[in-house]
């Protein structure tokens, strides 16, 4: 599952100081944890579609950071 290789991939981030990847796979992780205790069924495809939505707001958000000329948070 995609959470296993999250939860591997954090260490990794942690040693190498990255502050960005190791921000962005916590982010990740809590998305899956969250739709993984919702009491549905959690399988690959529910993971997959966590991560799909995950990208498409980050890439409305992009697009709209672009639009409206904000080039710093």
Do not use: C, W
């Not at 999250?6 to 990255?18: F, H, L, R, S, V």
């Not at 959690?42 to 639009?67: G, P």
């Amino acid at each position: 599952m995609i959470i296993d290789t999250i939860n591997g991939m954090i260490p990794e981030a942690m040693k190498a100081k990255d502050s960005v990847r190791l921000n962005s796979l916590k982010e990740i992780k809590t998305a899956l944890i969250k739709e993984k205790t919702s009491g549905k069924p959690y399988t690959d495809d529910v993971e997959t579609k966590v991560l799909v939505k995950m990208v498409k707001q980050y890439t409305d958000a992009i697009v709209e950071f672009k639009e409206n000329n904000v080039h710093k948070i």
